[in-house]
């Protein structure tokens, strides 16, 4: 490809700039950077969107399994059979989002990945292969070029057209909200050879302005990149960025390479300079399926803190997970560094029996009234890996009291229970609040969600995070042979015993079950909290109104305790 002309924010409205990929360095063995520029890139107003795709129903881009060995049921000293009761939260509202049932909406696919992102006035939703936007204050539907939903590939097909971004909708979707900036962020990757990353970044802090930079990236040794996520990590500091992990399944996806760890050029996105630097490291196959560390808190983390990330679920063992951090020194030149390759940093978390009875995962969760039973990805951690720094000082007298400076991390993954069903296994990390090695994580409380001691129900694919005062909400599908897919959630004050969770709310009770779609469900739900009054969570997640193949719904949801100001 020949290097073209490259043109900077203004002035491109609807254009794309054609440039070269620039690896830094060629090397096969990471941790050696990889640096590399867009391939496109274009800025400009989406005026035209999309209907849901044409094209006859189909399953998502399959989930590329790392093949792991069954493990042996151990005890898990932090299973929760029953809720402390002190514990109170609240509903804000409760919609429907886009799948069955939404307006002028046809579910084309399984599953639908649900995932949110919450900003000023509005509450974005994005499926397999469609987003929509919504009234924060009222969960009323805001149409965008007067349509209810809109194609996920729009913006690239509006900016870029021609590109593998603009002709492909692939899934595994993820929207976030920059809370400082002010700024959306909107990213998918691309499935088909060549395989690409597209991301999208808003002009402004209003999502239905429809004003965005767009660009296309290579992915790292051309390999398929599978189950890709993103975090936030505005620390205003060297490592300030937009980071990514994705799992390389080799070119045409013939064989998993390991993970990839990747930064975005945060200052340059939000600027829209179609220079803006990617910087990636290729990790070695004896890990898996990372997370990035996501902001949530109104306050920075300390300026010279690096991103983390955090997985490799049963690489090691049954009682430890891997954690790694990025630093960069220079956006421009690609020098950046990173730790922990190869497992070789490790936190302790309590023992636990892997979903499915120690399988990792599978179609193992049971349904009402069919043999079909559907999937737990236990094989990884379940997204997000939120991160909170407490706002300085402490004040024990204040009204609810502040909590002593501290740094706070919240990831969960899918476990088997004592009495074989799933629970969700929730952790909160802590660390000094001052710059930190990510070896100086440790786990402050952790509990495994498993009812009451008399249910069979199976929760699974959550998503977790807390508020300004550190409550903490969970959310969960549920499942049995006796109840269909439903949507749950569970939470704890503060002063709640540690590890603990109150008594579940079951608020859409589910109506009929999946059958067929390989068993898919989720891949992946979304917690999110109010960047403005950083009290309400915002949750999404799937469930069925009646027994069949690609029929699911989703909902959105928002929950505040009362005891946050």
């Known amino acids: 490809m020949t290097r073209s002309k490259m043109l900077g924010a203004s002035g491109i409205a609807l254009c794309a700039v054609l440039l070269c990929g620039m690896p830094l360095l060629a090397a096969d063995k990471s941790p050696q ?5 867009a391939t496109a890139f274009a800025a400009g107003r989406v005026t035209t969107g999309e209907a849901p795709p044409p094209f006859g129903l189909h399953l998502a881009n399959p989930v590329h399994r790392i093949p792991k060995g069954r493990a042996p049921r151990v005890v898990d000293p932090v299973e929760q059979h029953a809720g402390v009761p002190s514990a109170e939260f609240n509903p804000v509202y409760n919609v429907l989002g886009v799948g069955v049932g939404f307006p002028n909406y046809s579910v084309p696919d399984a599953p639908p990945d649900t995932t949110l992102a919450v900003g000023t006035t509005e509450v974005v939703q994005w499926v397999n292969v469609s987003y929509a936007d919504f009234d924060k204050s009222t969960g009323a539907i805001i149409p965008l070029n007067g349509q209810d939903s809109t194609e996920g590939n729009t913006i690239w097909a509006n900016l870029l057209p021609g ?25 998918q990757n691309v499935f088909s050879e060549p395989f690409v990353v ?21 992915v ?11 975090g936030v990590w505005s620390s205003h500091g060297d490592s300030d960025g937009y980071y990514q992990n994705w799992n390389n399944f080799g070119p045409g996806g013939s064989g998993f390479v390991g993970p990839v760890m990747c930064g975005y050029d945060r200052a340059k996105m939000l600027a829209g300079d179609s220079s803006a630097e990617q910087i990636c490291f290729q990790l070695d196959p004896t890990e898996d399926s990372l997370l990035p560390a996501d902001r949530d808190s109104p306050t920075p983390p300390p300026g010279s803190e690096d991103e ?16 790694y951090s990025m630093h960069i020194n220079d956006w421009a030149t690609g020098s950046a560094t990173m730790t922990g390759l190869g497992n070789s940093q490790l936190v302790s978390i309590a023992s636990f029996t892997p979903a499915c009875n120690g399988g990792y995962g599978g179609d193992c969760v049971p349904q009402k009234g069919v043999t079909d039973e559907v999937d737990s990805l236990g094989d990884r951690l379940m997204y997000r890996f939120s991160y909170w720094e407490d706002k300085p000082p402490a004040n024990a007298t204040a009204t609810p009291p502040i909590p ?13 229970s004592s009495t074989g069903q799933i629970g969700v296994r929730w952790m909160e990390f802590n660390a000094n609040l001052k710059t930190v090695p990510v070896t100086s994580l440790t786990v402050f409380q952790q509990g495994t969600y498993a009812g009451s001691p008399s249910d069979t129900q199976y929760r699974w694919m959550g998503s977790v995070s807390r ?11 549920e499942s049995s042979s006796t109840i269909y897919p439903s949507i749950a959630v569970a939470g704890r004050e503060y002063t709640d015993p540690l590890g603990t969770l109150s008594p579940e709310v079951l608020f859409v009770n589910g109506t009929g079950s999946q059958t067929d779609t390989a068993d898919r469900w989720g891949d992946y739900s979304t917690v999110e909290i109010d960047p403005v009054d950083n009290c309400t969570f915002f949750y999404t997640t799937e469930y069925y109104t009646a027994t ?5 719904s989703t909902n959105v949801s928002a929950w505040k305790f009362p005891n946050c100001k």
Not at 179 to 187: F, N, V
Not at 198 to 218: E, H, M, P
Not at 548 to 552: D, I, M, V
């Open 33 to 37: 950077p990889i640096l590399s520029h």
């Open 163 to 187: 590109t593998q971004c603009a002709n492909n909708n692939a899934g595994d979707i993820i929207v976030k909200f920059d809370r400082d900036a002010q700024r959306w962020i909107m990213a």
């Open 198 to 218: 597209c991301v999208a970044v808003s002009q402004t802090s209003t999502f239905s302005d429809n004003l965005w930079y767009a660009w296309q990236y290579n």
């Open 220 to 230: 790292v040794k051309s390999g398929f990149p599978d189950y890709p996520k993103w």
């Open 308 to 323: 983390f990330f955090i997985g490799s679920v049963g690489d090691v063992d049954t009682q430890h997970l891997s954690v």
């Open 404 to 416: 002593a400076p501290v740094q706070h991390w919240y990831v969960n993954f899918d476990v088997s």
């Open 467 to 477: 508020d300004n005062v550190d409550d903490v909400l969970v959310g969960y599908s």
């Open 548 to 552: 069949g193949t690609f029929g699911w």
